[in-house]
């Protein structure tokens, strides 16, 4: 074991060599024709001025090397840090190279806080990975090289600010390769931030950008969890050849930023709970093209487009076939917005499918099936291109039987819904306040529910048939619950029927009203005997009902008018022929 504190070494082909534990704090090491530290085992570099016409640290298989703050210089051609086990760099420490770090395939490499500046033309990256690397933070910028080079390694990076400042790519990860990026800053000023020929993922705070070229061009996987993905003047965000799943995170176009995400050669989108945002002066912005790519699916996602720029496009779809469900489009250009742009592709809009569109909307193209089930369409000032049957302009190839057009206002917004809808209203009921035999109107409550194109039309009828087109009472507006009361004098039977927006009907259970305002008949009264007599007389009467029946009967000596409450009845049940006797 060594500790050197406060030390100048001064080595010719060697500074210092370890097999042991080694400490160096607040010391300088050189070495003027060979390494300035080779370490075997365990070595603590703390605050340490290293100078070497060769590699300045070499960190060996199994051993360990920790370097907190200090200066490290190598050659020009040589490596700042070499390790083959494992290495954790703290601290601010500065590095200058020809090659800033090399990492091994048996080497661990820690960054947590490295400052890289490469100011004159170097042909090597700064970071040569073919084993594990982590970075947790530092800066590093170069003007002519890369920053990372990751050959068949893994990178991890959570922290940290990488910036290409000229002709070089931030990070290029080969294939057999993996990238983990959580957080950081990647940016490249004139190149794509990220050539990606393996596994790439970006998650959480990560922010990746690129001032004149894509940010990412993916050529194999691209898995965007989170984080920020930012393309700036007349480049992409995201090339894709290959295949993209984003599952949240914000693409984000700003300045003259031309187009989200550009998808092409066959690859493959899978797309839910992401944002795509504009900010952007370019003339003519697309939040996605879809360019001769497989089946794309885009779930859940908003696209929100400001430009100031001529033309908005949220989606363009050439060669492609496109399946998009909850969709959100909001487009607002100073000139011409498109939601959906399909030029030769085939597009389906899926359940409960939202696209809202501001100033000129457009949806053009030839789309086949365009809904499944239950499209919107929401225009805030906007105007819908196309017929009362047909919304999208172009070619509507299958368009079902139960399609529907419809426009609402809803405030200062115009609600216009392109769908189809297959399911009749439901929960429809009818109800009546009195159930039994009255002879006062009875009033009648029908009710019913439709989620999808909503309810347009109703009608009481005597017939469970469909009523026909003139018996349909219709609504100001399609309702999504509605409840409407009739009165009925007279004795009969009643359906309630409804009907959505896009003509399918339901009928209510039948409900028998049951209404008298009638008095029975009094058909005939004998006596028996007839003329005078000394025995008891009978008396019968005999009354008539045919509706609610005669349920009861007095015999009086003095006269009153019969009603409900007055009388001492006898009462019987119902019957529409009553016949009574009494002995007097």
Request: proline share 2%; net charge negative.
């Amino acid at each position: 074991n060594i500790n050197i504190d406060t030390v100048t070494l001064n080595g010719v082909a060697l500074g210092i060599s370890n097999d042991g534990t080694l400490s160096v704090t607040n010391s300088e090491v050189n070495a003027t024709s060979g390494d300035a530290i080779n370490n075997a085992k365990v070595a603590n570099i703390k605050n340490v001025t290293i100078n070497a016409s060769n590699n300045g640290v070499n960190t060996q298989n199994n051993a360990k090397t920790t370097i907190s703050g200090g200066t490290i210089k190598a050659g020009t051609d040589f490596i700042g840090i070499n390790n083959n086990g494992i290495v954790e760099v703290k601290e601010n420490t500065i590095i200058d190279a020809g090659k800033t770090f090399v990492n091994e395939e048996t080497g661990t490499l820690k960054i947590y806080e490295a400052i890289v500046n490469y100011i004159i033309p170097k042909s090597y990256p700064i970071i040569q990975n073919k084993g594990n690397l982590e970075i947790h933070g530092g800066e590093y910028v170069s003007e002519c090289t890369n920053i990372i080079l990751n050959e068949n390694g893994n990178v991890v990076i959570t922290g940290g600010k990488l910036t290409t400042t000229d002709s070089a790519n931030t990070i290029i990860n080969k294939n057999d390769s993996s990238v983990k990026i959580s957080g950081g800053i990647i940016q490249a000023d004139m190149f794509e931030a990220i050539i990606n020929e393996g596994t790439l993922e970006i998650s959480k705070d990560a922010f990746v950008n690129s001032d004149n070229s894509e940010t990412i061009m993916n050529r194999n996987s691209l898995a965007i969890s989170g984080g920020t993905i930012c393309g700036n003047n007349t480049s992409s965000a995201i090339k894709n050849e290959n295949s993209l799943i984003m599952t949240g995170g914000t693409i984000l176009l700003k300045d003259y930023g031309k187009c989200g995400i550009n998808s092409d050669r066959g690859s493959i989108i899978d797309i839910s709970g992401a944002k795509i945002k504009t900010e952007s002066a370019q003339s003519s912005v697309i939040a996605i093209c879809l360019n001769n790519t497989k089946t794309s699916f885009i779930d859940n996602t908003t696209i929100d487009l400001i430009t100031a720029g001529n033309k908005a496009v949220g989606i363009e779809v050439l060669q492609s076939e496109l399946i998009a469900t909850d969709l959100i489009i909001d487009v607002d250009s100073a000139n011409e917005g498109t939601a959906i742009l399909n030029r030769s592709g085939d597009v389906t809009l899926g359940v409960d499918n939202s696209v809202i569109v501001t100033d000129m909307p457009r949806l053009e193209g030839k789309t086949s099936g365009y809904v499944s089930k239950g499209g919107k369409f929401n225009f805030y000032d906007g105007m819908l291109i196309g017929s009362e049957n047909k919304a999208l302009s172009g070619d509507v190839t299958n368009k079902p039987e139960s399609s529907f057009v419809k426009t609402e206002m809803s405030g200062d917004k115009e609600v216009v819904t392109l769908g189809i809808d297959l399911d009749a209203p439901k929960n429809v009921t009818l109800v009546a306040d009195i159930t039994g035999w009255s002879n006062t109107e009875v009033t009648l409550t029908g009710s019913a529910e439709d989620d999808n194109s909503k309810i347009i039309a109703y009608a009481f009828s005597t017939s469970g048939t469909k009523p026909l087109d003139s018996e349909w009472e219709q609504l100001d507006k399609p309702e999504s619950q509605i409840t409407k009361t009739k009165k009925y004098a007279e004795n009969t039977s009643i359906y309630f029927h409804v009907k959505d927006f896009a003509g399918n009907t339901a009928v209510s259970n039948k409900v028998q009203v049951k209404y008298d305002n009638a008095a029975p008949t009094i058909t005939k009264i004998q006596k028996n005997p007839l003329g005078w007599t000394n025995t008891d007389v009978t008396l019968t009467l005999t009354a008539t009902d045919d509706l609610s029946g005669v349920a009861g009967y007095e015999f009086t000596t003095t006269y009153h008018e019969p009603t409900k409450e007055a009388g001492n009845y006898t009462y019987v049940s119902p019957t529409t022929e009553l016949t009574a006797t009494t002995i007097v």
